[in-house]
């Protein structure tokens, strides 16, 4: 339902983008949220934003990361910068609350 691109390799207060496209299927009335996993951890809520644009975000990533979105185009984005490596996680894109199977999501790593 959703192909995702962006991610890779950056290095600590770097930035990154990332972008979640979505079938027809979902609705632009749907939340979207972005999720990660860490290695060993469970998968986490990372940020929401709104049919409307209201956005939420995990307080560890508040000031730092951007979730957008373009209705028109089924796009939402998320804009990752002053990286740090607690940052490495697969990160996912779905609805919120989760509606679609899980993807295999967008490596993201912050080393140096």
């Known amino acids: 339902h959703v192909v995702q691109s962006g991610g890779g390799l950056v290095q600590p207060g770097g930035s990154l983008r990332l972008s979640c496209a979505a079938s027809?299927?979902?609705?632009?009335?749907?939340?979207m949220a972005w999720y990660r996993q860490a290695p060993g951890k469970e998968r986490d809520w990372v940020a929401t934003i709104r049919s409307g644009g209201t956005t939420l975000y995990h307080n560890s990533v508040k000031g730092r990361f951007t979730i957008s979105r373009d209705n028109a185009k089924n796009t939402v984005i998320l804009q990752m910068n002053s990286l740090k490596p607690e940052d490495t996680a697969v990160y996912y894109c779905?609805?919120?609350?989760?509606?679609?199977?899980w993807g295999q999501g967008t490596q993201v790593t912050v080393s140096s």
């Open positions: 027809g299927s979902i609705s632009s009335l749907y939340a």
């Open positions: 779905n609805t919120n609350p989760v509606r679609y199977s």
